[in-house]
């Protein structure tokens, strides 16, 4: 079954937005295998956005990610990966659609609230960064037959 990772930012968890930002996950149906509140390391952070180690931004985006709590998150469900994406929001808030998280909570592209995978490979490896195997959890949920056919 295809899985993503998501984290909620310093801005989404400084702004009591936790509860909100996991029950749409949970209410459109995805699993949570993982979920943990974490002070990150300056070595993940870098490591998690290595991608943009060139870019300008780079510095205070690793700052940023390490100044306060983060939750980190794993789902699970048929195509959770876009699907993460879609309910996530286009990059810069102030683009993302209304409905969206980042559209619904957002002002500014350097506080956008929470992190998703972008691909399905990406999504193991960021996955395999943050968590230890033993933090996943396999449970089958009981409203699984009224989710999928
Ligand atoms: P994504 O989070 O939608 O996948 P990416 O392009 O992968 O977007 O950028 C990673 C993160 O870097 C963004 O979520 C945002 O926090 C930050 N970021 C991207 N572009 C800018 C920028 O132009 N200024 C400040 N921060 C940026
Ligand atoms: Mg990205």
Same mark, same amino acid.
């Given at each position: 079954?295809?899985?993503?990772?998501?984290?909620? +930012?310093?801005?989404?968890?400084?702004? +009591?937005?936790? &509860? %909100?930002?996991? @029950?749409?996950?949970?209410?459109?149906?995805?699993?949570?295998? @993982?979920?943990?509140?974490?002070?990150?390391?300056?070595?993940?952070?870098?490591?998690?956005?290595?991608?943009? +180690?060139?870019?300008?931004?780079?510095?205070?985006?690793?700052?940023?990610?390490?100044?306060?709590?983060?939750? &980190?998150?794993?789902?699970?469900?048929?195509?959770?990966?876009?699907?993460?994406?879609?309910?996530?929001?286009?990059?810069?808030?102030?683009?993302?659609?209304?409905?969206?998280?980042?559209?619904?909570? @957002?002002?500014?592209?350097?506080?956008?609230?929470?992190?998703?995978?972008? &691909?399905?490979?990406?999504?193991?490896?960021?996955?395999?960064?943050?968590? +230890? %195997?033993?933090?996943?959890?396999?449970?089958?949920?009981?409203?699984?037959?009224?989710?999928?056919?």
């Amino acid at each position: 079954m295809e899985r993503t990772f998501i984290a909620i +930012k310093p801005d989404g968890v400084q702004r +009591k937005l936790v &509860a %909100e930002i996991i @029950g749409r996950f949970e209410q459109k149906g995805f699993k949570l295998v @993982g979920l943990k509140l974490m002070k990150v390391s300056k070595e993940l952070a870098e490591q998690h956005y290595g991608v943009h +180690k060139e870019r300008p931004f780079f510095p205070g985006l690793v700052e940023f990610i390490i100044s306060s709590p983060v939750v &980190a998150i794993v789902l699970e469900g048929d195509g959770v990966v876009a699907a993460g994406r879609k309910i996530i929001g286009a990059t810069n808030p102030l683009n993302s659609e209304p409905g969206t998280i980042r559209g619904d909570y @957002g002002a500014s592209i350097g506080r956008n609230l929470i992190h998703g995978s972008d &691909a399905i490979e990406t999504a193991q490896s960021e996955i395999a960064m943050w968590f +230890k %195997e033993e933090e996943l959890v396999t449970w089958e949920p009981t409203m699984t037959k009224w989710i999928y056919e």
